[in-house]
């Protein structure tokens, strides 16, 4: 998925070269691994056009903005956020045995599985290094804002790969975990251009707060993606995560709920041979008729609601306000 | 190896509670991980007596004393660079498929590979935490350090990596493979003590030449120990380099000789069946015969004398220089 925004083709356009100069700043085997990995070469080093969809360093604009800050000032907060990011795909792809990320090959499955996690690694480090050349007690702080998303998002791996072994995982456990693994990095985005430039807390602090609830919807709505999404938006094959059996936030509210459909979809999960296309079909009309569907999209809405809440506790300049609200309902109502 | 030496038997009752807190803030997976890694749990997180040598620890409060700081402000500092080295050593052995660490089962074998990974992501992060939270521009420009270290160890465990399917590897890149891997996070021990209390570059400079020549002759000693230490010492089989085929310093510097003995080496080494014990006394005694041997203790000794005018440079307080001398000596002379 691109972001088809102004606000987002803009941040892309500037961070761009502060992550390809600070990638250019690896060995030269882990800057290849990395130039990959970001979609501006391919799997021989060749250039090509491509990248993510600059979701975060848009919002970490956005932040800055928010706090009347040159653009400028705001680019190695953006770029640090996006390379938490990197980070966070290359490792979980290979802890996933994940062998696609952004319709081509992983970049485990190119430079094998040690290369890429020194990638990640070489990525989450340059992240602080971004923030601390700038010697200011802003950025100090925007590092260690970074820094407490990045365990975060390490405490919901980890939760994730607990629940793949369990099947008495809780909604709200489920959704603790999207709140580590995807909003605190999200939350993180939405506040960390306020804390480089010094803004004021409690901003950054109701910024957060939106990006938290808005990183909620974004991972419902990538959810029913996993299910309902076609192979053109997901880049994955449709059903994708009803074939890993992931304890997705639709799935378990199918699971956890006390209907007949959410028992035959636990029965049918719980086979030990690999689930033919036509038991994925099955899974995903059991998850629907168990309501899993229908809380999932009603649960988008309400964090839509929450986070425009927030939004509302911060006085910001009514451009910036529009953008923030345009980003978060664009990536809750993907199309699925 | 535990160093049986006043100041690291104090650097360690020092840094241990601060390291214990910082993996307290950990999540409970990951938390208990951290413990069984440092040694203060068993596999079923019962306490037990443990814990590695706190060499790094150990020069970084030396460190600090050699600006004049008080021990208690040296300890984040401290602390933080013995999170660096664990995470290493956690990624390191999955990476290498390496299943024992000191003395016992590595982390990745009791708790999976992808616990391990990220209990090793989260230890570099917290690293950075313990010193942003100081809140001083001495402990930010002390991350900065540290973050410089962590990139270049991961720059020298990819060369590692790279040099494992290379057969033609010089004498000159595998001693910048170890300057990478293991000089450079010795060299930010020997400085951050000094940076993190906002004291004179100059002096940082030195103490870090210091440890990036103590360093080297650190590995020199390992490498010997690779190949002719008992299991006692390095808690491994003996042989242990040789077994894995490792491009250890004294390996190729026998290989890149003129000797005869280095060429009937190259052929053993290349023998795609694994080596059997005659082959691996075979191979000792080929290195030795090339000339890999002695190079090594040779460059040992000429490393510990660079360390020591680089210390020389520094105007140290005679207790403090003593020390770090002794720590430089004891590290480069294990019995092997």
């Not at 007690?137 to 998002?153: F, H, I, Q, T, V």
């Not at 974004?218 to 074939?243: C, H, M, N, Y």
Request: glycine letters at 8%; a negative charge; charged letters at 25%.
């Amino acid at each position: 998925m691109t972001l088809a925004l102004p606000a987002a083709e803009a941040a892309r356009e500037l961070v761009e070269p502060v992550l390809r100069e600070a990638v250019a700043r690896l060995d030269p085997l882990t800057a290849r691994v990395a130039r990959y990995h970001f979609g501006w070469a391919d799997s021989d080093d060749r250039p090509c056009a491509g990248g993510g969809k600059a979701l975060r360093p848009t919002l970490a604009v956005l932040s800055g903005r928010a706090a009347g800050a040159d653009v400028e000032r705001c680019l190695p907060a953006a770029a640090a956020v996006e390379l938490v990011h990197a980070f966070s795909l290359l490792h979980d792809d290979v802890m996933d045995d994940d062998p696609v990320r952004r319709h081509r090959p992983a970049a485990w499955t190119v430079f094998g599985r040690s290369h890429a996690l020194l990638c990640g690694n070489a990525l989450l480090t340059l992240a602080g290094e971004l923030l601390l050349e700038q010697e200011t007690p802003g950025c100090a702080a925007a590092a260690r804002a970074l820094n407490e998303a990045a365990l975060s998002l390490m405490a919901g791996q980890a939760l994730d790969l607990e629940f793949q072994g369990r099947d008495d995982v809780t909604r709200e456990e489920c959704l603790r975990m999207s709140r580590c693994k995807t909003a605190s990095l999200l939350a993180c985005a939405c506040s960390i251009g306020v804390t480089a430039a010094g803004g004021p807390a409690s901003l950054a602090g109701s910024l957060a707060a939106f990006g938290a609830e808005a990183g909620l919807a974004f991972q419902l709505a990538d959810d029913l993606l996993g299910i309902w999404g076609s192979t053109e938006a997901t880049g994955k094959p449709v059903l994708a995560d009803l074939r890993t059996r992931k304890k997705s936030l639709p799935v378990v509210a199918a699971l956890t709920g006390p209907t007949a459909a959410g028992r035959r979809l636990a029965e049918l999960l719980a086979r030990p041979e690999p689930l033919a296309e036509s038991d994925l079909h099955d899974a995903a009309r059991l998850v629907e008729e168990a309501g899993g569907r229908a809380w999932a999209e009603a649960e988008t809405g309400r964090r839509l609601d929450a986070a425009t809440r927030h939004l509302d506790e911060a006085d910001l300049p009514a451009d910036v306000r529009a953008e923030f609200l345009h980003l978060a309902r664009f990536i809750a109502t993907r199309d699925h």
